[in-house]
């Protein structure tokens, strides 16, 4: 099988490093990929969100699968110029993307489907804002949300009613650009979070692990938000219970209620969850795995993705689950001093293995680009390292042993990832 991933971050390679395991893949392609995508597959100059190029890539190619790493291009309508041209992609189309790229339109889908999240209402002006946030319907401390695509940055959690306005007007006004034009007012829940995976192909749903991420750049989860700065995987407090009504309460009725309002979803679904007094609530849906959470997942798999990733973009998901092992996996990124702000790029990397295992860790490149000394950082985000293990604190000191021996001037992590685990 010929693939086509897009993508060129840490999950990406993640993604591609699972790929490039299957027997039955005979060629990949990775649109544009990073030097360690690089050494798995034939890099394309194309970028993740030229829908046009990619398919005109993919058609041109003549590759059996499109694997779509973010949700930028999906919510752009890749899926549906792809299936114009007949080629399978693993990525729902923008219907149903709508999912991740519209809070508005996923909360309204969960009130239609009766499925578990906090309460909500939108606002388009400023004046509607102030009278949702005075009328104590959502309480002291309300959640808002910007309804569009941020990128991780759409999300406030007000100590106040007034910080709560100055948040939502904020928004309203342009802080965001079109992502803020509708926003999301919403009551706080409380309780652990977990980010649940499924596969699915319109119809047929088969779960694909769980994970829990950290989203502060700081210890003790303080500082500002960021794409995720560290993971583990299994998430805590997914007990078989649990998952039960995970998926009976939340994963099978959300695919049901897309596809009898034909909007067939084929990929994965991440739902994050709160797992509240009253039971599991989604506070978010995401048409794509997480990154880091999908370099946290690929090293814990035991059985060959690539015929699940094709069944789900064909619309036949073969029968049977995805098998993973007993190990726990702790992810840490690697970040460039100043993220998620400005940060120096173009920093060579000391102590980057070539292969993505070593021992029992795993590398993924990130935010990384080929310079006249070797890898240089590039990004604000710059390699994944998973270490994996017996327990949770074998699995810790295997990544940060590996965290510790890969170096650049101005390198920054956190020193907690997975300590809730293990205190
Ligand atoms: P989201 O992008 O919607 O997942 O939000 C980012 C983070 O904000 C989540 O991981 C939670 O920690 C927090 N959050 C979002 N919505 C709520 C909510 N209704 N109540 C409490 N925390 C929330
Ligand atoms: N790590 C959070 C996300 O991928 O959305």
Same mark, same amino acid.
């Given at each position: 099988m010929r693939v086509l991933l897009v993508g060129g971050g840490g999950r990406e390679h993640a993604l591609a490093w699972s790929i490039s395991r299957s027997p039955e893949l005979t060629e990949l392609i990775a649109a544009p990929g990073n030097p360690g995508i690089g050494r798995? *597959?034939? /890099? @394309?100059?194309?970028? $993740? &969100?030229?829908?046009?190029?990619?398919?005109?890539?993919? !058609?041109?190619?003549?590759?059996?699968?499109?694997?779509?790493?973010?949700?930028?291009?999906?919510? *752009?309508? /890749? @899926?549906?110029?792809? $299936? &114009?041209?007949?080629?399978?992609?693993?990525?729902?189309? !923008?219907?149903?993307?709508?999912?991740?790229?519209?809070?508005?339109?996923?909360k309204?889908?969960?009130?239609?489907?009766?499925?578990?999240? $906090?309460?909500?209402?939108?606002?388009?002006?400023?004046?509607? !804002?102030?009278?949702?946030?005075?009328?104590?319907?959502?309480?002291?401390?309300?959640v808002i949300k910007a309804s569009g695509l941020a990128a991780g940055k759409g999300v406030f959690l007000p100590g106040d009613p007034d910080a709560a306005e100055r948040d939502a007007v904020g928004l309203l006004e342009g802080g965001l650009g079109d992502a803020g034009k509708a926003v999301v007012i919403e009551e706080r829940l409380s309780g652990p979070e977990l980010s649940v995976f499924a596969i699915s192909d319109g119809t047929r749903v088969v779960a694909c692990g769980t994970a829990q991420d950290y989203k502060r750049r700081f210890e003790d989860d303080e500082g500002p938000n960021t794409g995720g700065m560290g993971s583990l995987s299994p998430g805590l407090g997914d007990s078989e219970a649990t998952m039960n009504r995970v998926r009976r309460e939340i994963v099978e009725p959300t695919i049901a209620g897309l596809r009898a309002e034909g909007r067939e979803y084929r990929g994965v679904l991440y739902a994050g969850?709160?797992?509240?007094?009253?039971?599991?609530k989604v506070l978010e849906f995401n048409v794509r795995?997480?990154?880091?959470?999908?370099?946290?997942?690929?090293?814990?798999?035991?059985?060959?993705?690539?015929?699940?990733?094709f069944g789900a973009a064909a619309?036949?998901?073969?029968?049977?689950?995805?098998?993973?092992?007993?190990?726990r996996a702790v992810t840490v990124i690697l970040a460039s001093d100043g993220y998620?702000?400005?940060?120096?790029?173009?920093?060579?990397?000391?102590?980057?293995?070539?292969?993505?295992?070593?021992?029992?860790?795993?590398?993924?490149?990130?935010?990384?680009?080929?310079?006249?000394?070797?890898?240089?950082?590039?990004?604000?985000?710059?390699?994944?390292?998973?270490?994996?293990?017996?327990?949770?604190?074998?699995?810790?000191?295997?990544?940060?042993?590996?965290?510790?021996?890969?170096?650049?001037?101005k390198k920054a992590f956190r020193r907690d990832i997975a300590n809730i685990a293990i205190q």
């Amino acid at each position: 099988m010929r693939v086509l991933l897009v993508g060129g971050g840490g999950r990406e390679h993640a993604l591609a490093w699972s790929i490039s395991r299957s027997p039955e893949l005979t060629e990949l392609i990775a649109a544009p990929g990073n030097p360690g995508i690089g050494r798995l *597959a034939r /890099l @394309a100059p194309v970028g $993740a &969100e030229d829908v046009g190029g990619l398919t005109d890539l993919a !058609a041109g190619e003549g590759v059996d699968l499109v694997v779509a790493g973010p949700e930028a291009p999906l919510a *752009a309508g /890749l @899926a549906d110029q792809l $299936a &114009e041209r007949n080629i399978p992609c693993f990525g729902p189309r !923008a219907d149903a993307a709508l999912l991740e790229a519209s809070k508005e339109f996923a909360k309204d889908f969960m009130g239609r489907h009766g499925i578990p999240t $906090a309460r909500h209402t939108v606002v388009r002006d400023a004046e509607a !804002a102030r009278r949702a946030l005075r009328s104590g319907d959502y309480g002291e401390q309300p959640v808002i949300k910007a309804s569009g695509l941020a990128a991780g940055k759409g999300v406030f959690l007000p100590g106040d009613p007034d910080a709560a306005e100055r948040d939502a007007v904020g928004l309203l006004e342009g802080g965001l650009g079109d992502a803020g034009k509708a926003v999301v007012i919403e009551e706080r829940l409380s309780g652990p979070e977990l980010s649940v995976f499924a596969i699915s192909d319109g119809t047929r749903v088969v779960a694909c692990g769980t994970a829990q991420d950290y989203k502060r750049r700081f210890e003790d989860d303080e500082g500002p938000n960021t794409g995720g700065m560290g993971s583990l995987s299994p998430g805590l407090g997914d007990s078989e219970a649990t998952m039960n009504r995970v998926r009976r309460e939340i994963v099978e009725p959300t695919i049901a209620g897309l596809r009898a309002e034909g909007r067939e979803y084929r990929g994965v679904l991440y739902a994050g969850l709160m797992l509240t007094a009253d039971g599991p609530k989604v506070l978010e849906f995401n048409v794509r795995f997480g990154d880091p959470e999908a370099q946290t997942l690929m090293p814990r798999l035991d059985c060959d993705l690539l015929p699940l990733f094709f069944g789900a973009a064909a619309g036949r998901l073969p029968e049977g689950a995805v098998r993973f092992r007993s190990e726990r996996a702790v992810t840490v990124i690697l970040a460039s001093d100043g993220y998620p702000g400005a940060y120096r790029k173009g920093v060579p990397i000391q102590g980057l293995p070539d292969a993505v295992e070593t021992g029992d860790a795993f590398v993924f490149h990130a935010g990384t680009r080929a310079g006249p000394e070797g890898v240089e950082a590039a990004g604000g985000r710059v390699i994944a390292v998973t270490g994996l293990g017996a327990d949770w604190e074998g699995a810790r000191s295997a990544a940060y042993r590996c965290a510790d021996s890969i170096t650049w001037e101005k390198k920054a992590f956190r020193r907690d990832i997975a300590n809730i685990a293990i205190q």
